[in-house]
């Protein structure tokens, strides 16, 4: 029995699962590069400040919960992280799943499938899974991303008119009826202060775009709340005084009993945060030109949503607009996500008692614009103009992600894009006799016919040989009527055989042998060579009893060797 190589298992985590604060800290970190990431934690702390808490009172719960969410996670998110510029925080991804939890199985339950998601998520790192994420079928990320952006839209209607709704109902269709038939009770001191708010982040954004646009719009209608003493609901009024600090810990949130109702919901949230997070690294590589690494950042957001959880937070992964801003701030490492959630900490505890005074109308306004982002035109615009499946993907995705929910849709729409792929890719197979070719050229001269006229047949197989085009290929082969006495199937452009379409070339074989046709295989390259012999073995069949050629000029010259020893 092998024994356990400790000290090579050790290895290959650090070199494997090595933090990307650590890589930094390796090399030269000076007081310079500390003053750096502090004023991009600033600049990225103030952004965040009406997000988290927006986000929380979208998802169904406290405010506070979303600033202990942004300074936990983003503080675990760059320690443990695998990406240099990457903030953590609560997202508009997450609103939907958690509203539906909470209003279903109530917030202790939400603690329990976060803790559920955060080890999946680690043994999705662990196991390195985060290289097959960015597997994941582009229509189906902007088909469920847009359709989480309307449904965040949806959610803000009645706080952007201050409409008189006790209960609002949680379907997209009954939602928007309770809207249309409570117009008469719109808040007219709401109305001005979603106007007041939507000017002053779009004035900001567009002759400003680098200053805190969301933050002055909030501020800008709080302070018209607090001076003109508008009649609105505020964060004051309908959640009451925020902490000025975060809360104990609580260890005992774990509820074993709930496992298995949650565990969906724990494979949506875990799934949310691996792609999201992901996502947001790979945009700023592509900006920064640095190099993540996936594995230690899916490692790095079940850290962080296990931990956020003992602090009464909510789900939270990677943000990309947050984490453009921090790389657009000239951060230079991990440590300005850190210091991002010392400032949200301080503004915590100085500006807790303003903030009851926020109206709700100008978050619903954020909302409104982060869900607007989400909806993603241009992207959609881009699938809608490929191919008819991918389309039809998108659609399916976006539908089912209103109408039915997430769950559904992502599991729908990834099953329906693997099958239009495995349909794509059965069309690229290609099997053409020789006769039906393009004359080769051999030796500077054409092929000589008098090989075909003897009995020599050649069969170029092209593109990918598994079971979604193994119908095609059996009808192929089940038309030639004459059995020839040398067979040169020609599989250079055969990049890959799975198990069924090497069951189906052995079957072939099989019956070619039992007609004493002598068999060359041509130029088959190394996965499909391994995946035939591994089934040559077992069907008890001698590998040796066919010829192969690593070119066709060579398979010709066999052939022509055949043909005289069969003399």
């Given at each position: 029995?092998?024994?356990?190589?400790?000290?090579?298992?050790?290895?290959?985590?650090?070199r494997h699962?090595?933090?990307?604060?650590?890589?930094?800290?390796?090399?030269?970190?000076?007081?310079?590069?500390?003053?750096?990431?502090?004023?991009?934690?600033?600049?990225?702390?103030?952004?965040s400040?009406p997000?988290?808490?927006?986000?929380?009172i979208?998802?169904?719960?406290?405010?506070a919960?979303?600033l202990?969410?942004?300074?936990i996670?983003g503080?675990?998110?760059?320690?443990?992280?695998?990406?240099?510029?990457?903030?953590?925080?609560?997202?508009?991804?997450?609103v939907?799943?958690?509203?539906?939890?909470?209003?279903?199985?109530?917030?202790?339950?939400?603690?329990?499938?976060?803790?559920?998601?955060g080890?999946?998520?680690?043994i999705?790192g662990?196991?390195r899974?985060?290289?097959?994420?960015?597997?994941?079928?582009?229509?189906?990320?902007?088909?469920?991303?847009?359709?989480?952006?309307?449904?965040?839209?949806?959610?803000?209607?009645?706080?952007?008119?201050?409409?008189?709704?006790?209960?609002?109902?949680?379907?997209?269709?009954p939602?928007?009826?309770?809207y249309l038939?409570?117009?008469?009770?719109?808040?007219?001191y709401?109305?001005?202060?979603?106007?007041?708010?939507?000017?002053?982040?779009?004035?900001?954004?567009?002759?400003?775009?680098?200053s805190?646009?969301y933050l002055?719009?909030v501020t800008?209608?709080?302070?018209?709340v607090?001076?003109?003493g508008?009649?609105?609901d505020?964060?004051?009024?309908?959640?009451?005084?925020?902490?000025?600090?975060?809360?104990?810990?609580?260890?005992?949130?774990?509820?074993?009993?709930?496992?298995?109702?949650?565990?969906?919901?724990?494979l949506?949230i875990?799934?949310?945060?691996?792609?999201?997070?992901?996502?947001?690294?790979?945009?700023?590589?592509?900006?920064?030109?640095?190099?993540?690494?996936s594995?230690?950042?899916?490692?790095?957001?079940?850290?962080?949503?296990?931990?956020?959880?003992?602090?009464?937070?909510?789900?939270?992964?990677?943000?990309?607009?947050?984490t453009?801003?921090?790389?657009?701030?000239?951060?230079y490492?991990?440590v300005?996500?850190?210091?991002?959630?010392?400032?949200?900490?301080?503004f915590?505890?100085?500006?807790?008692?303003?903030?009851?005074?926020?109206?709700?109308?100008?978050?619903s306004?954020?909302?409104?614009?982060?869900?607007?982002?989400?909806?993603?035109?241009?992207?959609?615009?881009?699938v809608?103009?490929?191919?008819?499946?991918d389309?039809?993907v998108?659609?399916?995705?976006?539908?089912?992600?209103?109408f039915?929910?997430?769950?559904?849709?992502?599991?729908?729409?990834?099953?329906?894009?693997?099958?239009i792929?495995?349909?794509?890719?059965?069309?690229?197979?290609?099997?053409?006799?020789?006769?039906?070719?393009s004359?080769?050229?051999?030796?500077?001269?054409?092929?000589?016919?008098?090989?075909?006229?003897?009995?020599?047949?050649?069969?170029?197989?092209?593109?990918?040989l598994?079971?979604?085009?193994?119908?095609?290929?059996?009808?192929?082969?089940?038309?030639?009527?004459?059995?020839?006495?040398?067979?040169?199937?020609?599989?250079?452009?055969?990049?890959?055989?799975?198990?069924?379409?090497?069951?189906?070339?052995?079957e072939?074989?099989?019956?070619?042998?039992?007609?004493?046709?002598?068999?060359?295989?041509?130029?088959?390259?190394?996965?499909?060579r391994?995946?035939?012999?591994?089934?040559?073995?077992?069907?008890?069949?001698d590998?040796?009893?066919?010829?192969?050629?690593?070119?066709?000029?060579?398979?010709?010259?066999?052939?022509?060797?055949?043909?005289?020893?069969?003399?």
């Amino acid at each position: 029995m092998k024994r356990f190589n400790w000290a090579k298992t050790k290895k290959s985590i650090k070199r494997h699962f090595t933090p990307k604060i650590v890589e930094i800290f390796r090399k030269k970190y000076t007081l310079k590069e500390f003053k750096r990431d502090c004023i991009a934690a600033l600049t990225v702390s103030v952004v965040s400040i009406p997000l988290a808490m927006a986000l929380a009172i979208a998802s169904g719960v406290e405010p506070a919960q979303g600033l202990y969410t942004a300074v936990i996670a983003g503080f675990l998110t760059a320690l443990f992280g695998g990406s240099r510029y990457q903030i953590g925080g609560p997202t508009g991804a997450f609103v939907i799943v958690i509203f539906g939890i909470v209003h279903q199985y109530g917030y202790p339950a939400l603690l329990t499938t976060m803790i559920m998601a955060g080890i999946i998520l680690m043994i999705a790192g662990f196991f390195r899974f985060g290289t097959y994420i960015k597997y994941i079928p582009y229509p189906v990320i902007v088909g469920f991303t847009a359709g989480i952006g309307v449904i965040l839209i949806s959610t803000q209607i009645k706080d952007l008119f201050g409409l008189d709704i006790a209960d609002v109902p949680a379907a997209f269709l009954p939602k928007w009826e309770s809207y249309l038939t409570h117009l008469h009770t719109t808040n007219i001191y709401a109305v001005l202060i979603t106007i007041v708010s939507a000017t002053l982040i779009f004035g900001f954004k567009k002759f400003l775009p680098k200053s805190p646009y969301y933050l002055i719009g909030v501020t800008g209608a709080t302070v018209l709340v607090v001076v003109c003493g508008l009649s609105v609901d505020t964060i004051g009024s309908k959640f009451g005084s925020l902490p000025h600090f975060l809360p104990k810990p609580q260890w005992d949130i774990f509820n074993a009993s709930l496992i298995f109702k949650m565990f969906p919901s724990a494979l949506t949230i875990a799934f949310l945060a691996g792609v999201e997070s992901l996502l947001s690294a790979k945009v700023v590589d592509g900006m920064s030109g640095d190099n993540h690494n996936s594995n230690v950042e899916l490692v790095a957001q079940g850290i962080a949503n296990i931990g956020t959880a003992f602090f009464s937070g909510i789900p939270a992964t990677g943000a990309i607009a947050r984490t453009a801003t921090n790389f657009k701030a000239n951060a230079y490492s991990p440590v300005s996500g850190i210091m991002q959630s010392v400032f949200l900490l301080v503004f915590m505890v100085a500006l807790a008692s303003v903030a009851q005074y926020i109206p709700l109308a100008c978050l619903s306004v954020v909302l409104i614009l982060i869900g607007w982002n989400m909806l993603g035109l241009d992207k959609i615009y881009q699938v809608m103009g490929a191919q008819a499946g991918d389309r039809n993907v998108l659609i399916v995705t976006f539908l089912l992600t209103v109408f039915v929910d997430l769950n559904t849709a992502i599991s729908v729409g990834f099953m329906m894009a693997t099958i239009i792929f495995m349909h794509r890719m059965s069309h690229e197979i290609e099997i053409e006799t020789e006769d039906k070719m393009s004359r080769e050229i051999f030796g500077g001269e054409s092929l000589p016919e008098n090989l075909m006229e003897k009995g020599v047949i050649a069969l170029r197989v092209s593109g990918p040989l598994f079971f979604g085009g193994v119908n095609e290929i059996a009808h192929f082969f089940n038309q030639l009527r004459t059995k020839p006495k040398i067979l040169i199937l020609r599989m250079g452009q055969v990049p890959l055989v799975d198990a069924s379409g090497a069951n189906l070339i052995v079957e072939f074989i099989k019956k070619l042998e039992k007609a004493h046709t002598k068999i060359i295989l041509c130029n088959i390259k190394k996965q499909p060579r391994r995946v035939l012999h591994n089934t040559f073995l077992r069907e008890h069949l001698d590998w040796h009893t066919i010829s192969t050629a690593s070119n066709y000029q060579n398979a010709v010259k066999m052939a022509k060797r055949c043909l005289r020893q069969i003399k």
